[in-house]
């Protein structure tokens, strides 16, 4: 069964920095498109990014250009490096991985990302 576990979240200050980190276990992870999403408080789940078995990726408008997906599949891992975060950006943040042959998908427990001064 496919698990996932994010780390990395936390309270920063507007304009700083913040890497997420994705644990994938339980299945080989180079049959997993990944990506993460993210819910505000009384919004719905939207994408963040993704990134495909073949390293291409895809931005939602409102994080391109200051966020940047990559993924480690020696490590099992997928990363999200948050810059030039903005209260806008606080959410919890949750790692995805979709099975290519069924497009089943998988999701993290989440991580809070708080963006305050």
């Known amino acids: 069964q496919v698990q996932l576990v994010e780390s990395g979240g936390g309270l920063v200050q507007p304009g700083g920095s913040l890497r997420l980190s994705c644990t994938f276990s339980g299945s080989d992870i180079n049959s997993y498109h990944l990506g993460w999403y993210r819910q505000a408080p009384g919004k719905e789940r939207e994408l963040v990014a993704t990134q495909s078995t073949g390293g291409n990726t895809n931005y939602a408008g409102a994080v391109k250009g200051r966020f940047s997906i990559s993924r480690d599949n020696t490590r099992n891992k997928v990363y999200l490096q948050m810059n030039s975060l903005s209260p806008e950006d606080t959410a919890v943040y949750y790692c995805?991985?979709?099975?290519?042959?069924?497009?089943?998908?998988?999701w993290g427990q989440g991580t809070q990302v708080t963006v305050s001064s």
């Open positions: 995805n991985a979709q099975y290519i042959w069924s497009l089943m998908d998988y």
